[in-house]
């Protein structure tokens, strides 16, 4: 089955400093990675997704990138506000499987 | 604003007793996905349902979970009986698997302890 790794665990950055968090997943035949954020006491909320016939994707200050050949694709988010700081995770899924694995989460601290 | 909704929010029982939760999908969606988060283990799928045919409850301890959808607006995680080991947060998601649509929808979750 689908394994996903998520790096780093932790990150912290000043705000107005930018955010990368990494995932690598293990089946290629994966083919939607989305990106989840998910704040104390709360669900967690899509906050951007990529389909593998993508490379990146952007909405507004986050951005997603894809490499299929390596497995890889991060999560990246400029100009940092403190609202930004939540748990974030990355998941892996096939279509045809709806078993979305997820990886084990970045807690992300922006410091004002 | 269209959101999921779970209920009850939070639940606390002894272990033995019967619980059972509840997720109201949003309106439209055809798939609904119930979801266990625990510290060790992060968030695990439980079980899956599409247009309310249960199709994948691989993830779920078969002997004391059942997940059933009595009509398209209401989605039942039911534990029988209880365990402390079950103690987590249940999340149910939705979703609508058209078009290409794979995005899933969480609801706030239901926070289970069982003493």
């Known amino acids: 089955g689908e394994n996903v790794e998520q790096h780093p665990s932790t990150l912290s950055v000043q705000e107005g400093d930018s955010a990368v968090i990494k995932c690598t997943y293990s089946d290629s035949a994966s083919n939607y990675f989305p990106w989840y954020k998910q704040e104390l006491g709360k669900g967690p909320q899509l906050i951007i997704d990529?389909?593998?016939?993508?490379g990146e994707k952007k909405d507004q200050r986050i951005a997603v990138t894809l490499n299929k050949t390596a497995k890889h694709f991060s999560l990246h988010i400029t100009e940092t506000q403190p609202e930004d700081s939540a748990v974030y995770f990355c998941?892996?899924?096939?279509?045809?499987?709806?078993?979305?694995?997820f990886g084990a989460g970045t807690r992300l601290t922006v410091k004002p | 604003d269209a959101r999921v909704t779970q209920t009850p929010r939070h639940k606390v029982t002894e272990m033995g007793q019967e619980v059972t939760m509840r997720c109201q999908p949003i309106l439209g969606h055809n798939t609904v996905f119930w979801y266990r988060q625990t510290m060790m283990q992060g968030l695990e799928l439980l079980a899956y349902f599409r247009n309310r045919a249960p199709l994948d409850d691989s993830g779920m301890p078969k002997d004391r979970f059942s997940a059933e959808m009595p009509d398209a607006t209401l989605a039942t995680l039911k534990i029988q009986p209880s365990e402390p080991r079950d103690s987590a947060v249940y999340f149910c998601?939705?979703?609508?698997?058209?078009?290409?649509?794979?995005?899933?929808?969480f609801g706030p979750g239901t926070r289970l302890t069982v003493t």
């Open positions: 990529i389909r593998s016939n993508v």
């Open positions: 998941a892996a899924l096939e279509y045809n499987n709806n078993d979305m694995r």
């Open positions: 998601a939705s979703g609508l698997e058209e078009w290409g649509g794979y995005e899933q929808y």
